[in-house]
């Protein structure tokens, strides 16, 4: 459970959560004695109980202490508490990181290669001491502005997470077991998959794939994620370094040479220091011969391979490693080895593998056995593994006997719960079939995204269980239980409330993955809290929230997911447009406009979709609107106006909290 604010943990006074993970929560705390906030990482009781876990994380705390250099998180102490609780104090870095601002559409080239260098910087003087870093990727690029300077070139750059460097030197086979490397499979050198000898080379790969990242916007291999970690792996492995102008082709080809020696498949044909690559790739920039006009897609796609497997069922190519609190999902679950096609009528002798054939085979089982065992040290001992059951809902019931692979969300809010749990699923909708940012960056890969449910698209991505708990006929749900096992809203939620907390309980239930769901249910409780506190100037307003679209003009009305966010953040909604038994749904139609002339809240949110929306100002808008006395705050961005729609959810309300709090507390 989160600590409150104000709670004092170690002498250090709590003052905000800054991040979570699997492992535990970073907290930005005041030191017990110096006029500074620091950053308090404190592993969960759970793992602090764990002896393995335990040596990583002082270990972590050893290595990065021996480290001082500008670029990288100082680390000052750590310690135990009487009842065993392991913790770290490190430097507090306000701001983003470059993953966050590359998902954003906040980098430019100019920006990314000022990032690279900073970051090269402290990979060198690393190396220099004989320490890898072995988890080089843009999420832990932390960014900072300069208190007196806005130039993105004098941003401060930090590289964080020494959560699994090793001494070179050092004998770490009792915490690295059977070679395995605990870091993000889309940036990791080909040597760290095949588990053979791994220098500082292996870091300076994993930076040319965070610049590729940062340029283009892509993971490199991206086009493999489809057969899962097992497809990126083989990829890093044997298909040729991507091309930075195949996306980006206003870029100078130069670029392309960079990454591509960056990205070598043999350290000896890479840059010999990160120096060296960032240098290369400042010079490149320079030049100013573009990609030839070429389309893309075309013009770089490898020939389709005639003796591929079969890809394995999607997973994330994002892997958690144990000290991983600023980036990344939980990993899922190991995905299956790919299976050879057969049939009754192949011959009996069959021609001999090749060479590549056996070593991708033993990539996937490398990459199987990563995730397994990550998997296995992210669950916990006592955690049981998936327990069949039976679901019952409104449209019958459904035994779920094994974990599920291969599942759909179809329902308003089922994506959020799903990716939220860690879960990639095969197919999803969204209404005109776009995404919302905060969700298409929880996506590893490129399901199809439906914008209503076609049952026809559904069966072309075979999936093993479909999540629908959306209003949907008999009709409908037997075409879909015919596909697969298809599970709706609970039965209970007939007599019930249906908000995000009870979607993201139910789906997390079905997925096996209920404590997760219970534990982001507390996360937003605690992190609401801490925004309402660090915002007292909200807390006791009254506020509503309408929308206007070219239909007309609706009040939001309570509960729904609009007035439980703005409660939840210390308003006070009003309580005449709570909802009574004729209401449909979670909005009142204003049928005559005069009745915005009796709005006196404090605040008003207005949200917009109509045709005059789109440039967070007032033009458009009916005239009973300019009389409106309190303070009004206007909602039209197409990221922001889906993450206002019911029933919410845990993604939605983080885009919230990062891009609307502050204009609602702005005076």
Known sequence: MALSVGTVFAGYTIEAVAGSGGMGTVYRAAHPRLPRSDALKILSEEYSRDEQIRRRFLREADVAIKLDHPNIVTVYDRGETDDGRLWIAMQYVAGSDADKETRDGQMTPSRALHIIDEVAAALDYAHRRHILHRDVKPA?????????????????????????????????????????????????????????????????????????????????????????????????????????????PTLPVALDAVIAKAMAKEPDGRYQSARELADAATQALADVVPAPNAQPEDRFRPPPSTTAPPPADEVTDEISYLSDFFSGPDATAAPSLPQPLTSPAEPTHRRRPSRRAVIIGAAALVVVILAAATTLLLRGPDEPRYQAQTLVHLHGSTEVAVAPRAVTALGPGDADAVLSLGVQPVALTAPNGRLPNWEQSALSGSPPVLSAIDTAAVAAAHPDLIIATGDIDDATYGKLAAIAPTITRPAEAANQGWNWQNQLTWIGRILG???????????????????????????????????????????????????????????????????????????????????????????????????????????????PFATYAGRMVIVDEPNAVAAFDDPGGYLAIKFLDDNLVSRLSTP
């Open 513 to 623: 993955r209920q404590p997760k769901a219970e534990e982001l249910i507390r996360s937003v409780n605690s992190l609401q809290g801490d925004l309402s506190n660090q915002n007292p100037g909200l807390r006791g307003k009254s506020v509503e929230a309408v929308r206007v679209s070219d239909s007309g003009v609706a009040e939001v009305l309570t509960p729904s997911f609009a007035a439980d966010y703005l409660e939840s953040l210390g308003f006070r909604y009003n309580p005449d447009l709570a909802r009574n038994p004729v209401d449909i749904g979670t909005t009142r139609p204003v049928a005559d406009l005069a009745r915005i002339y009796q709005i006196e809240t404090d605040v008003l949110v207005v949200i917009r979709t109509d045709a005059e929306a789109g440039r967070g100002g007032f033009a458009g808008l009916p005239k």
């Open 140 to 248: 832990n690029f932390l960014l900072a502005k300069n208190d007196d300077d806005d130039d993105a070139a004098d941003e401060r750059v930090f590289l964080a997470d020494f959560g699994i460097a090793r001494a070179l030197d050092e004998a770490a086979a009792g915490l690295t077991q059977t070679g395995i490397v605990m870091a993000s499979i889309a940036f990791t050198a080909p040597e760290s998959i095949k588990a053979s000898g791994v220098d500082h080379r292996a870091d300076i790969y994993s930076l040319g794939c965070s610049l590729y990242n940062l340029l283009t916007g892509k993971t490199p291999f991206s086009r493999s994620g489809a057969g899962g970690m097992a497809g990126v792996a083989a990829a890093h492995l044997f298909e040729p370094p991507p091309r930075v102008t195949e996306y980006a």
